[in-house]
């Protein structure tokens, strides 16, 4: 499966922003998906995961309340609505898809991966 993230940008704290996540290439609605980020000079970090048919998501610490991770797969697409945006969600967002119905948070366990969008959150 090849993957699209786009819908990054720059804003200021408080904004909020959706990203999207295209897939092409394979059966998409048999494939969790998540959410990953890369901040400057710091390891990639889990974000949001969802399982085949959005029937179960889960979030970092750190996001949980203020993201929410969606699936359509009638479009082969998942999002990531971010609210209440801060300055330390400013990181290089990437989205990743695992041939499987569970979703998991660990990034080695996925097997496709989007090229990535800045988000850029201004204080």
């Known amino acids: 499966v090849q993957l699209q993230a786009s819908g990054g940008g720059l804003v200021q704290a408080g904004d909020s922003l959706r990203l999207s996540c295209a897939a092409s290439?394979?059966?998409?609605?048999?494939?969790?998906m998540g959410w990953f980020r890369q901040a400057p000079g710091k390891e990639r970090e889990f974000v949001a995961t969802i399982n085949y048919n959005g029937g179960s998501t889960d979030y970092a610490d750190s996001v949980k309340g203020r993201f929410t991770i969606s699936r359509d797969n009638a479009k082969n697409t998942v999002y990531l609505q971010m609210n209440s945006l801060k300055p330390e969600d400013t990181a290089v967002y990437y989205c990743a898809g695992r041939q499987s119905s569970y979703h998991i948070s660990y990034a080695g366990a996925y097997n496709y991966w989007g090229q990535g969008t800045l988000v850029t959150v201004s204080s």
């Open positions: 290439g394979r059966t998409f609605s048999g494939y969790s």
